[in-house]
């Protein structure tokens, strides 16, 4: 990414902050970083993968089990701010290294417990550690480099996100169904237990945030840019889960059996992937560009899935378009909002993953109340209706959230 291209720097409340780049590319940082974010998005997605023998082994129905990860999602959403605040003096490398040991200690706890209360008391509290986590990881990276690459470094650290959906959780549900949920978790937990000492020897040690706690986020949450930014992840991420939540019965119910649903949700994965990579592109040159194009690919993918009926190969490409814009899009957004406070990226990221987080878990009811009350033919359109609400606050968030280049700058 050339030097030249500017990204944009928009007006901010919030003083600047002891934020200095690590001279040249650190590529081992970012790479610890986005090893990381596998470890995390795994953890949180995994007890979906085995709900079943969970639900079976801990002597519960299957949508009692579901609430693990609803308690998961709702901890990180009610706990993101605070904890973010609470913690932002902490120097970011050792709270990184604290955090991956914490996962380790819930991943243990996972693999062992055996009442469904413990269980659900340990994933309550990785969700609050996950919370922190998340508010930190964009923001690190966006302290290691400098302001121009801010965008590339998000996308290298968010491809941990893609390898954890293409391969992490396929890979652990595969282990969990062969030989026990309880040694998927026990694997995520050495791999946690490894990352700590790999983000210890790679990760560029910074500072925190010594100013005065209450001041930083009063600040931040008067930053216009992080409220239009955090809002549009909101009603997005409502509008995503919604459907997704309750993807399979929708292919289901477009005529795909059990392995052609796999096959399925592999290309979804896959698109992601590339879609991080097309972010990547993007982000620093094109980044208002970028969130349109890929709200608009979303709304036109969902929008196939509603009319597709029992095509196969209409509702094989929409998903595949859908995997490809919703991969683009956590990278877009997480460097939408550090951008919008450049001083505290943590408590920007830290209000962006509380509204995406109670988009998840809302989304998830609202998706389910659809299908209960009006059959799996309305979800998409539900979901439908909120990405273009979210796209509309993006499209007229110009000067504020999504702004565009700076005029004069390169492309």
């Known amino acids: ?39 995390a998005l795994t953890t949180e997605m995994l007890p979906a993968g085995v709900l079943p023998p969970v639900a079976r082994d801990l002597g519960v129905s299957e949508d009692t089990a579901g609430l693990l990860v609803t308690a998961f999602a709702y901890a990180m959403a009610l706990g993101a701010i605070p904890l973010t605040a609470l913690t932002r003096a902490l120097p970011r490398r050792s709270l990184m290294v604290a955090l991956m040991a914490g996962f380790a200690v819930v991943n243990v706890l996972t693999a062992v417990s055996g009442s469904f209360a413990l269980t659900a008391a340990v994933r309550t ?8 986590f998340w508010s930190t990881a964009a923001a690190y990276a966006a302290r290691l480099v400098a302001p121009e690459r801010v965008g590339r470094a998000v996308a290298i650290v968010f491809a941990g996100q893609a390898v954890a959906l293409t391969a992490g959780v396929p890979f652990g549900t595969a282990v969990g169904s062969a030989i026990g949920w309880r040694t998927a978790f026990g694997g995520l937990a050495v791999l946690a237990l490894l990352l700590s000492v790999l983000v210890a020897r790679f990760l560029p040690a910074r500072p925190g945030d010594r100013a005065r706690g209450g001041t930083r986020v009063g600040a931040v949450l008067r930053t216009p840019g992080v409220l239009v930014v955090s809002g549009t992840t909101l009603v997005v991420m409502l509008g995503q889960f919604a459907v997704y939540t309750y993807v399979a019965t929708l292919l289901e119910g477009a005529g795909l059996g059990g392995a052609a649903i796999g096959w399925a949700l592999l290309a979804y994965g896959a698109a992601g992937a590339v879609g991080v990579g097309a972010a990547a592109t993007l982000v620093d040159r094109r980044p208002r560009a970028a969130v349109l194009g890929g709200l608009g690919l979303l709304e036109g993918a969902v929008l196939v899935l509603a ?16 995997g490809l814009a919703f991969g683009a899009l956590p990278t877009l957004l997480h460097a939408a909002v550090v951008r919008a406070a450049p001083a505290a990226p943590e408590v920007a990221d830290s209000v962006l993953n509380s509204g995406f987080n109670i988009g998840i878990g809302t989304g998830a009811i609202l998706g389910g109340q659809v299908l209960a009350r009006a059959g799996i033919g309305a979800v998409p359109w539900t979901a439908l209706a909120l990405l273009v609400a979210g796209a509309a606050v993006a499209l007229a968030a110009r000067r504020t959230g999504f702004p565009e280049l700076r005029a004069g700058e390169s492309g």
């Not at 030249?4 to 200095?20: D, L, M, R």
């Open 1 to 39: 990414m050339s030097n030249a291209t500017q990204p944009v720097q928009p007006s901010s409340s919030v003083a600047p902050g002891p934020v200095g780049p690590t001279p040249g590319w650190p590529l081992g940082g970012l790479l610890s970083l986005s090893a990381a974010v596998f470890l």
């Open 125 to 132: 509290a990785g969700g609050l550690l996950a919370g922190v």
């Open 307 to 322: 009319v597709a009926g029992r095509s196969t190969v209409l509702v094989l490409v929409a998903v595949a378009a859908w």
